[in-house]
C-alpha cells in the first residue's frame, strides 16, 4: 500500500475505530436505551430535518451560478445540483475528492474549464470556514461547555486556505518533468480568476442571501430533530447550537463525521443535562438521516447526469 492510499485509509479507519469505541464503551444495558430511543423516534421531524437538508444543496447549487457568472459561464441549475450532490456522495469514499469530482462533472457535461470552476469551489469552501470559525467564537462568547478539538480546527483551517499552494505546487511537480510551463501558468492563471471571480458578482446581495440561507438550513436541519426524541425537546437553542458546531468541526477528522459526529454530539448535549444514550441516539439520527440522503441523492445524481445530458454535445 502506498503512502498515498494510507492518507486516503487514515480517516475511515479513524472513523471506523471511533464506531467500536463508541459501541464497546457502552453497555448493554445502555445499547438497548440507545436502540429505544433510535426506533420510538418521532420519524416525521427527521423527514423535516432531511427536507432543509436538500434545500441547502439546492441553495448552494443555484449560487454556484453567482461565481461563474462573471467568468462568462452559464451553468444549468441541473447539472448543478447533481454535481453537489456527486461531491459529497464522494467526500463519504474520500475526503476531499468531491470538489475534484465537483469541477469535472462541470467541466465534462458543461465545457467550463476544470480549472475556473475548482477555483470558486475553493472560493466556497473559503467562505464556509470563515463562516464555521464565527460560528465558534461566537459559541465561545455564550458558553462555557464548548468542546473543541482545535487541531481539526487547524487542519480544516490549513487546507482550505492554503489549497492554492498545495495545488499549485502538485501540478507545478508534475508539469515540470515534462517542462509544461505554458500549460500550468494557463491552468493556474484560470484557477485564480475562478477564487477571485467573487469580487466581480453582479447580484451580491443575492449571493449572500444563499450563503446564509445555507447556513441557516444546516443549522434548521440540526435543530429539528431535537423534537424526535422526547429528552432532547426541551433543550434551548444555546445547547443545540453549541453541539451543532462541535459536530460541523468533526466532518473534517474523518469520512462524512463517521463516528466522530454522534460521539461529539454525545459528549456536548450530555453537558447540558442529557442523558448519555439519549445524545448520542440524537447524534446518530441526525448523521445517519443526513448520510442516508446524500448516498440516494448522490446514486441517482450518477445515473441521472449523463440521461438528461445526451443530447448536451
Known amino acids: 500500500m502506498n503512502k498515498n492510499s494510507l492518507k486516503k485509509l487514515i480517516p475511515l479507519l479513524f472513523g471506523l475505530f471511533l464506531v467500536y469505541y463508541s459501541y464497546n464503551n457502552t453497555s448493554i444495558e445502555n445499547r438497548a436505551d440507545i436502540l429505544n430511543y433510535i426506533s420510538k423516534a418521532d420519524y416525521k421531524f427527521v ?5 432543509f437538508g436538500i434545500l441547502s444543496h439546492l441553495s448552494r447549487a443555484f449560487r454556484w451560478k453567482y461565481l461563474l457568472n462573471p467568468l462568462g459561464y452559464k451553468l444549468d441549475f441541473l447539472n448543478s445540483t447533481m454535481s453537489i ?24 457535461y458543461q465545457k467550463i474549464p476544470f480549472e475556473k470552476s475548482l477555483g470558486t469551489i475553493v472560493t466556497e469552501r473559503i467562505i464556509d470556514v470563515l463562516i464555521l470559525s464565527i460560528f465558534i467564537f461566537i459559541g465561545i462568547s455564550i ?26 505546487y502538485l501540478i507545478f511537480k508534475a508539469i515540470y518533468k515534462k517542462k509544461l510551463f505554458k500549460r500550468f501558468f494557463v491552468f493556474f492563471d484560470g484557477l485564480k480568476k475562478g477564487v477571485f471571480s467573487i469580487s466581480k458578482i453582479e447580484y451580491k446581495f443575492q449571493f449572500y442571501f444563499h ?16 423534537f424526535s426524541i422526547p429528552e432532547t425537546s426541551n433543550l434551548d437553542i444555546e445547547s443545540l447550537f453549541i453541539a451543532f458546531i462541535g459536530g460541523a468541526i468533526t466532518m473534517s477528522l474523518t469520512n462524512g463525521g463517521i463516528g ?21 441516539a440524537f447524534g446518530w439520527i441526525v448523521w445517519t438521516s443526513q448520510t442516508l440522503m446524500i448516498v440516494v441523492a448522490g446514486s441517482l445524481s450518477f445515473i441521472f447526469l449523463p440521461i438528461l445530458n445526451k443530447n448536451s454535445k
Open 260 to 280: 466522530a459526529y454522534p460521539l461529539a454530539i454525545a459528549v456536548i448535549l450530555n453537558q447540558f443535562e442529557v442523558s448519555y444514550e439519549a445524545s448520542l
Open 85 to 108: 450532490f456527486a461531491c459529497f456522495l464522494s467526500n463519504l469514499g474520500v475526503p476531499r475528492s468531491g470538489e475534484i469530482l465537483r469541477a469535472s462533472i462541470i467541466h465534462y
Open 47 to 51: 423527514l423535516l430535518s432531511i427536507f
Open 143 to 168: 458558553s462555557s461547555k464548548l468542546i473543541i478539538p482545535t487541531f481539526s480546527l487547524n487542519i480544516n483551517l490549513f487546507i482550505y486556505l492554503l489549497i492554492f499552494i498545495l495545488i499549485s
Open 211 to 226: 450563503t446564509i440561507f445555507i447556513w441557516s438550513s444546516y443549522f434548521f436541519m440540526f435543530y429539528i430533530v431535537k
